[in-house]
């Protein structure tokens, strides 16, 4: 059955889970404990009622949103993933490829399947780089470096991995690094031969931007060690602001205290996040952390959001709530998943069709003019 076929993301995602063994599948579907934050994400998003107007002339819709200087022709982009080779080979390049096609950002992830450098290549102009800064403080220069040297126009920083988050399918799928070989693992490669061949046919998916660092970890503890500093603090903040010239985006952002503290530091914007509901349980849905967060930094950022993005509409509801723009990661992981670089396209042209949709049907054609007066109970 072809792709075109998927009427939604969630259509996508169902079909990933058909084609992808089970512990794969997890690493990327899932999230923090019992997931409540991950499923509040989404249920929030649904909570918000938008108030449509008609008589309004809708026949040219405009999604067309300029960001730190660049014209992007969606209001949306791709959120950073590490390891997206381990859920469908070559994801990495296929979708900084689509982002350049599409004319939207690419936000490469530290802790990809690629390196920085064939990424910033593939997205051509459209790719920002995210940071996680290292315990090590030669291995975040070095990365920095070699960020700037490929061509990045924004450093986009994580700031919400202080502990790693505890999920509790990748327990139960006894996921390891180094990887093992469990009798789990076994039967989700033999009811998924083609995933398995193809995986095989790609070779191991690792770590690339830190691939010699990681040759001797032997646990989880290791590579987390080399990958992110526990205590990142405001001081490191304040050292990658006076390091990198370019634009510098903090990730991971929910209370507006923090917010404010990353614009009297300097930084650009913000991207109101909460890892897709990976690393807390406990935690608020971002677009319930959203609207404090813009009556604390009035406009002096741009403020962007992602987790829980599954339908164009709910690109609309964080526009009218503050945000500047969004990213989203499953949507586009589930897309790959369902059909490699087919659906990958079919997941940006969902969220593309339901968001001129949804424009033309609440009476504002113009993405850049939607505002808090769409919400239901705004009146
Ligand atoms: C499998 C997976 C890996 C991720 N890896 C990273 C990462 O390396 N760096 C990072 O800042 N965020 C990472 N994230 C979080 C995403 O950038 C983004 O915040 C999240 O996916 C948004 O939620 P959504 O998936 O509901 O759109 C990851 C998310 C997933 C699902």
Redesign the pocket.
């Known amino acids: 059955m072809g792709v075109g076929r998927a009427a939604s993301i969630d259509d996508l995602r169902l079909r990933a889970r058909r084609r992808i063994p089970r512990f794969a599948f997890d690493?990327?579907d899932g999230g923090a404990e019992n997931e409540r934050n991950m499923r509040r994400?989404i249920e929030a998003f649904e909570e918000i009622e938008l108030m449509p107007r008609y008589m309004v002339d809708a026949s040219r819709i405009d999604t067309q949103v300029t960001l730190f200087g660049q014209r992007y022709d969606a209001p949306f982009g791709m959120?950073?993933?590490?390891?997206?080779n381990a859920f469908w080979p070559d994801a990495d390049l296929t979708l900084a490829k689509l982002c350049k096609q599409r004319n939207i950002p690419y936000v490469a992830?530290?802790?990809a399947s690629t390196s920085l450098e064939r990424l910033a290549k593939a997205a051509d102009g459209n790719g920002w780089f995210?940071l996680?800064v290292s315990g090590d403080a030669d291995v975040t220069e070095g990365l920095i470096a070699r960020a700037e040297a490929a061509g990045y126009s924004t450093l986009v920083v994580?700031a919400d991995v202080p502990a790693a988050g505890k999920r509790d399918r990748d327990i139960r799928n006894q996921l390891a690094v180094p990887f093992r070989i469990t009798p789990g693992v076994i039967a989700g490669l033999i009811a998924n031969p083609r995933w398995s061949l193809e995986t095989l046919r790609h070779g191991k998916p690792n770590i690339a931007n830190y691939a010699d660092l990681l040759q001797n970890a032997t646990s989880y503890a290791d590579v987390q060690k080399t990958l992110i500093k526990p205590g990142l603090t405001w001081d490191d903040l304040k050292r990658l602001r006076a390091r990198w010239q370019g634009t510098l985006l903090v990730?991971g952002i929910l209370h507006p205290q923090d917010a404010v503290m990353c614009a009297d530091l300097g930084c650009d914007g913000i991207i109101v996040?909460n890892?897709?509901g990976?690393q807390v349980a406990f935690g608020p849905p971002t677009i319930e952390a959203l609207p404090p967060i813009g009556d604390a930094v009035g406009g002096r950022i741009a403020l962007l959001l992602?987790?829980?993005?599954r339908r164009g509409a709910d690109i609309l509801r964080a526009k009218a709530l503050g945000a500047d723009f969004v990213?989203?990661?499953?949507?586009f992981?589930y897309g790959i998943g369902a059909a490699g670089p087919a659906g990958a396209d079919r997941a940006f042209e969902i969220l593309e069709l339901e968001l001129n949709r949804a424009l033309g049907q609440l009476g504002v054609p113009a993405f850049a003019s939607v505002e808090a007066s769409v919400l239901s109970r705004a009146g």
């Open positions: 690493l990327v994400n959120a950073p993933i590490g390891m997206l992830s530290a802790a995210q996680y994580t990730k996040s890892h897709g990976r992602d987790s829980g993005i990213l989203s990661g499953r949507a992981a």
